[in-house]
């Protein structure tokens, strides 16, 4: 199974700075990030979204807020051809809890694995748009893409950080193009 790992906000959906997406009329798709999804989708890519919502445990919004988003978000990617989304797992955790499942920890990675059996990790994709996603995929041992469409802006802020994205792309359409010309030529498809 080819799997790629994908951040939501800031990849798929809007990021808020300073704020989080409450609720279902708060969350706007990214165009690229559908087309992206689209394309992984085509070319027989499962994916896995793995997303920090602590505004859950800070009481911002519920947990059936965030299912409401979850199930719109599906529904209206069903309804644009994208099937191909196995799972989507969130920390509802504060950074105060100290939980095993806020990235850039693996927790939500490890519980992927439990649940779909194990997963080359070396051989997957993790797609966010700040550090802690790139943390996050070289802790647990994927290959590393950071988008632009998100927290982060330029290449220039990279410039600072200790982890380094293995490849950046404008947005997650172009990734996928990367993923999908580079599973061709090694011959995985
Ligand atoms: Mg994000
Ligand atoms: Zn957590």
Redesign the pocket.
Known sequence: MKIVFL?????ISI?TPNDYIKKWEEFKFIPEGIDGLKILNDAGYKVIII??QAGVNKGLFTINDLNEITENMLKELKNKGVNNILKVYYCIHTKEENCECRKPKTGLFKKAEQDFGKIEFSKTYFI???DI?IIAGKNVGTNTILVLT??TKSKKEIELWEAKPDYIFDNLKEAAEFIVKKGRENGKI
């Open positions: 951040d939501r906000d800031g990849v990021f997303s920090n966010g748009d700040a996603d998100g927290k």
